[in-house]
C-alpha cells in the first residue's frame, strides 16, 4: 500500500475501527476494533458534568459509534444545519457531533457550550481552528475547553505534532506581519 493509504489504516485502528472490502464483491465496510476512546469520551462527560459537548470526528464510523454509545448526542446534518444550531444554542442537545469540513465560516454554537472533544484529529489547521472558533466566539461567557483524544503511541501523535507544527508556523507568519506593521506605523509616525 501507499504511505498515504497505509497512514489513513493507522488512523482508522486508532479512532477504534477498520475499513474492510470484500474482495469478491467488492464491497466496503467496517468492523469496531477498541472502544478506547469513546471510554474516554465517556470519562470527559464524566468529568465535565454533562456540560454540553461538541465532539469533532474524521471518519463515517465515528458517528456512527458514537451516536450507539451517546444515544442523546447528534450528529450534525448539513442539511438541518439551522434547527440543529438552534437546538443547541438553546441547551437542547447534550452533545453534538460534527465533521470539522463541516464547522467553518459562520456556524453560531458558542451559547450552547464550551467544551469540544476531538474524537478524532485532523491535519488542517484551518478546520481545527475554525471548529474551535465555532465555540470562542462572541457571547460566549465561559472559558472554551478543548480536549484531544489521542492514542498513545500511534499515527494520533504524529496528527497532533503536525497540526501544533502548522501553528507554530501560522504564529511565526503572524508575527512577523504584526512586526511590519508596527514599524511601518512608526515610519510612517516619523515621517521617514
Not at 39 to 46: F, P, S, Y
Request: glycine letters at 8%; one cysteine or more.
Amino acid at each position: 500500500e501507499t504511505a498515504a493509504a497505509l497512514s489513513m489504516k493507522c488512523r482508522q485502528i486508532a479512532n477504534g475501527f477498520l475499513f474492510t472490502s470484500n474482495v469478491e464483491t467488492g464491497a466496503r465496510s467496517w468492523r469496531p476494533v477498541h472502544d478506547a476512546k469513546i471510554d474516554a469520551l465517556k470519562e470527559i462527560v464524566r468529568e465535565t458534568y454533562g456540560a454540553p459537548i461538541l465532539v469533532p470526528y474524521q471518519f463515517k464510523p465515528d458517528v456512527v459509534r458514537l451516536t450507539a454509545a451517546f444515544p442523546k448526542f447528534k450528529a450534525f446534518d448539513k442539511h438541518h444545519v439551522e434547527d440543529l444550531a438552534h437546538d443547541w444554542n438553546l441547551g437542547k442537545i447534550p452533545g453534538l457531533i460534527l465533521h470539522p469540513a463541516n464547522s467553518k465560516y459562520g456556524l453560531n454554537l458558542q451559547k450552547g457550550g464550551h467544551m469540544l472533544a476531538w474524537f478524532g484529529g485532523t491535519f488542517s489547521r484551518l478546520f481545527y481552528d475554525q471548529t474551535i472558533g465555532r465555540l470562542r466566539r462572541s457571547g460566549q461567557v465561559n472559558k472554551v475547553y478543548n480536549y484531544i483524544i489521542l492514542a498513545r503511541d500511534t499515527v494520533d501523535e504524529v496528527v497532533l505534532e503536525a497540526l501544533e507544527g502548522h501553528g507554530a508556523r501560522q504564529q511565526r507568519i503572524s508575527n512577523a506581519f504584526q512586526r511590519y506593521y508596527e514599524q511601518r506605523i512608526r515610519r510612517t509616525t516619523h515621517g521617514i
